[in-house]
């Protein structure tokens, strides 16, 4: 049995955010396949582990934890690594992982949501959901025209969480292209050595037959 479990699956930005530090701190963890589209999160099971009825989930011994931010920070403090080095970092982590929750994963992930899994089309909602993702990574972009990572010359949580849904290219409508400061930023994610693509890393989510 693996030291590690984290429920997750191959669509979920929030939970590659938690298996790549997984994976790229080389930790004994395994995954657990979530129905997450035919309604597993919110059966009761579920919810009897994590009331939010989200994933993912890390179980480590009696340890339970939701929300990637949080996972992501147990993770650094078990590991020793990708975190703060000070008191100064630790809040500059944290003031870029709330930020991300807030804005840049926000936007972004409701975005691809409706585009490319609900295939809304273009309507007023997603017009005002690319206005607003833009916007965010335009602040990221900015931040890392100074830096090759997020906080200065080294990876951190804070990329790994800013990262979380910027490899699944073709299905949020954006282009990485045009942000060039992140781009590059991505290629020196995707060259960590362990790093892995969201869909070789986490099980498959079928979607339902009416999607």
Known sequence: MAEFELTCFDRSGNSYKAALMLELTGCDWAPRGVDYFNGETRTEDYRAFNVMG??????????????????LDYLAEITGRFGP?????RREIWRWILFDNHKLTSYTATLR????????????????????????????????????????????????SLCGYLFYDGEIGIEIADFPAMAAWRERIRALPGWKHPYDLMPVAPLPETA
């Open 85 to 89: 080095e000070s008191p100064a970092e």
């Open 54 to 71: 989200e994933a993912p989930v890390l179980f480590h011994g009696d340890t339970v934890l939701s929300q990637s931010g949080v996972i």
């Open 113 to 160: 949501a409706m585009r490319s899994l609900l295939k809304t089309g273009e309507t007023p909602v997603t017009e005002f959901l690319d206005k607003r993702a833009r916007g965010a990574w335009d602040v990221l972009d900015r931040q890392l025209r100074t830096r090759d990572f997020v906080i200065g010359d080294r990876p951190t949580i804070a990329d790994l």
